[in-house]
Structures are given as C-alpha cells and as structure tokens.
C-alpha cells in the first residue's frame, strides 16, 4: 500500500492515476473526500494526523509534500509499518541558496524532521512548476493583453506529470533511498514566451505586457501569500537573462523525455478559456 497526499493536488492526482494504472494499491489523504472526485479503486481516507492508524496500516510507502510533514506524523507513519518516505521538495534547496528564504526554510524543515524520523527517503527537488503559468489563466480569460512581471525571465519548467512519472519509478522501482533527484523541463523559456504557448495552443496571440515589480500584487500573484510575495519578486528578478539549471533526471529514470512547456500547454489549454 501506497499512501499519497495532496491526492487532490496537480502532483498527487497525477501520480494517484499513475500508481493505479500500474496495480499498485493506493490510500489516497485528502481534505474532503467527498469533494475529492478521485479514482474508485484508490482508497480516499480523510487527511487526519490524529487518526495515524487509519493512514498508515497496512502501508509501505509514503509520497509526502513539504507542507503536510510533521515530526509526530512521520513518527506515526513508521510505527505502523512505512518503510519509505517520498518527498516533494523544491529545488530551492542546493549548495548557496538563500536559507532564510521562506521557501527554503519550508521544504529544509520538512527534509531534516524526515532525515531524523530515521525512515528511508528519497527527495525530490523540482524547479520551476509549469503549473505555475495558471497564474495567467483570470487574464487570459478577460482578454488577450497578459500583465506580468519580468518578461525576460527564464525558467526551465516542468510538466507536473513528469514529476509524478519520476516518483512512480522511485516508489515502485526501489533503489533510490537516499536519493535527491532535481527535476527541471527540457528547455530554458522566458515569462514572455511561455504566454506566446499558451496563445498557441489555443489558437490566439497573447500580448506579454511588463509589470513594474513595485506595482503587482495579489492581482497579479492571487496564490502567493502577502508576506511571501516580495521575497518571491527578488527571486523571479535574478531569473532574467539567466540561463536556468536543465537536467536530464526525467528522461534517465523514466525513459522518456521530459515535456516541453508548449506540450503543457497544449494538455492544459481547457484551464485557460472562458
């Protein structure tokens, strides 16, 4: 038995399908179950760390995000039998990152309660989420002029089917304890050039039109918690003309190569129309 959270999340749905589609068992945590639509032949538990016994027996396996970690819940889960332990991290964490940046300091707290829960891990370390591009989608929506901020900035983005496809192989594989696999798309792409995809593949032309960083906000960033924004900018800023880190993770342990942005595009073009 596979336990998944976030099942609900672009990562975790994703690897839901996935993990059924090859016959491995799944406990898929959620919220609301009721409100989760998932698969019948997953197993839907409310996501509830006071109730370990009902998420973690009979399991083997845990697929975890930085945000749902805890030292007691990870405790729990090795009590009753998890074995290993797969985490969604960031790719924030590397040799001279900024530590005190919020995003670092989220997933290096979920990685060190992990390494002291004495569990088997395996960390994976995406960079740029494709999925961040929904951002665009209320604009997209309104018209075909898109706000942004620093259109020059690269990114190497990654389909998050391909994150789910690499944490398949690490679950059912074996061998990877141990492990941190950092994740990117195959491509360097810039803000402006991801909105032109996105117009592509629904058959407009979408104007990039740059923002003042001093001027965006929750209009522009409706997902990014207030406190977080301004040390989000400072990052996006060192992103321009910048050429992003590529690595060939997904195609080396999944055998196919990684999507490119304007396939993601393409796969989520429905997101986008009105």
Request: aromatic share 6%; charged share 20%.
């Amino acid at each position: 038995m596979i336990v998944v959270t976030g099942a609900t999340g672009n990562v975790g749905r994703a690897l839901v399908d996935r993990l059924l589609a090859a016959g491995a068992p799944v406990r898929a945590l959620t919220r609301d179950p009721r409100r989760a639509a998932l698969p019948e032949r997953a197993e839907v538990v409310p996501f509830r760390p006071d109730d370990p016994a009902a998420l973690f027996t009979g399991a083997t396996k845990l697929f975890l995000y930085a945000q749902a970690g805890t030292a007691p819940l990870l405790a729990a889960a090795r009590e009753h039998g998890v074995r290993h332990v797969v985490l969604l991290s960031s790719g924030i964490i590397q040799e001279g990152a900024d530590e005190t940046h919020p995003i670092h300091v989220m997933h290096a707290t979920a990685e060190r309660q992990i390494r002291d829960s004495g569990l088997p891990w395996t960390f994976l370390r995406p960079n740029a989420f494709a999925t961040n591009a929904l951002q665009y989608a209320p604009q997209i929506r309104a018209g075909d002029t898109v706000r942004g901020v620093f259109a020059d900035g690269l990114s190497a983005p990654i389909h998050e089917g391909d994150i789910a496809a690499v944490a398949e192989r690490v679950l059912l594989d074996g061998g990877h304890e141990g492990a941190a696999h950092r994740l990117t798309g195959p491509a360097a792409i810039s803000n402006a050039e991801q909105v032109a995809a996105i117009g592509e593949a629904l058959g407009r032309k979408l104007t990039f039109v740059e923002t003042d960083p001093a001027e965006a906000g929750p209009e522009l960033f409706p997902y990014v918690p207030p406190q977080m924004l301004e040390r989000l900018l400072q990052s996006f800023a060192e992103t321009v003309g910048v050429p992003p880190e590529i690595t060939g993770t997904v195609e080396r342990l999944t055998g196919s190569p990684a999507r490119t942005f304007a396939q993601w595009a393409r796969d989520h073009a429905d997101d986008f129309r009105a």
